[in-house]
């Protein structure tokens, strides 16, 4: 059952946040899928720098929201294909663990907005404006992957990277595992901390990833 029938109530009050704070995107039932366009206008400061602009997008609600995370589109063909955009010329708000970690803990949309799709389009503003990216990127793919779980776990070493995937990805936690850090301790009094900050990344992204970094493994030997 889609998403805004099986939780009509939490669909109402979805859309009652949108019209309260982005009075210029407007939601449509499309062959049973939400959609909401229009533009969004936004007014950001980072590092004292303020930047105000709109553009013209799309957000598309996928069937099991609020599981998934909705897909953006910018539609008014400002920012080329090549920057930063995914397939469908969705946005690449961030790596999809990024992303999947960000959403789950909100839930909604006003956060995915403000921060996610906000950020992005500063970012993109600010690089029109002053011909350089505000701040670091991220690489894109399994490089990409890497960092982040490299810093949420502080370690680079990939076999290590494995250990806590494979912990994470079991269906219950394990806090009384030897954590694999190589400390000789439990989980429970060592990276416990670290490992809850993933468990909100979905089980499909992080079987996903660690497929490729087992690849990543094979291949390099590691
Ligand atoms: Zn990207
Ligand atoms: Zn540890």
Redesign the pocket.
Known sequence: MKWYKKNPGFFIEEMKVIRENYPNLHYRIKEEIVFLSGELEFNATYNNINIQDKYSIKIVFPDDYPNTFPSVIETGNRIPKNY?K?IGDRL?L??PMEVSCFFNKAKSIKPLIDILVIGYLYRYSYLEKYKEEPFA??S?GVK?KLEFYSEVLGTSDVPVIIKYLKIIFRPKFGGHLLCPCGSGKQIRNCHQKNISELSNISKAIISDDLEQLLKLQRSFKL
């Open positions: 930063h995914l690449c961030g790596t990127e991220r894109h990409g």
